[in-house]
């Protein structure tokens, strides 16, 4: 006698909890894959290769943080159309019946479209690869100027 199909709105309730089991339990882990590529731009300190790669894969879209961002807004795009489709479980299906839904609720449900981020978000999260390629490119240029001074003053 509800005015509502229960199996609905309980297909949302499962889906907003394993929403929260998700969130939690893969943003530990990309949490972690995100600290683990802070160390390599940091490892740079010793080896400016590991920085030049990390800003690299950054400019080239293929670092963590831009896979995260895609892999969030693919999630939540995917939450709208379960939100989406349950509403409609819950609003029209009637006890009894199998439940089939017609092209007009598909139709309702917009494209994925993925806005990818901006260079400064991007280079925002390099800031530290950035700092010390230039701290490697300061002490290369003071070398490189050392050097030339004393085969100036050997030459003259």
């Known amino acids: 006698a509800l005015p509502v199909a229960s199996s609905g709105i309980s297909l949302q309730s499962g889906e907003e909890h394993g ?19 802070r160390f390599f731009q940091w490892a740079g300190v010793a080896s400016p290769l590991l920085a030049a790669r990390s800003l690299s ?47 007009e609720l598909w139709n309702r449900v917009p494209e994925f479209t993925y806005d990818a981020p901006s260079i400064g978000w991007v ?16 002490l290369a240029a003071g070398l490189a100027l050392l050097a030339a001074r004393r085969l100036t003053s050997h030459l003259g």
């Open 57 to 103: 894969m950054a400019l080239a879209g293929t670092d963590f943080e831009q896979h995260r961002h895609f892999a969030r807004a693919a999630e939540e795009y995917r939450r709208d159309i379960q939100r989406t489709l349950n509403d409609d479980i819950a609003r029209n299906q009637r006890a009894g019946q199998p439940y089939l839904a017609g092209s």
């Open 19 to 37: 929403n929260e089991v998700f969130d939690r339990h893969f943003g530990r882990l990309h949490d972690q894959f995100s600290a683990q590529a």
């Open 123 to 138: 280079l925002g999260r390099q800031s530290t690869a950035l700092a010390v390629l230039a701290g490697w490119g300061l």
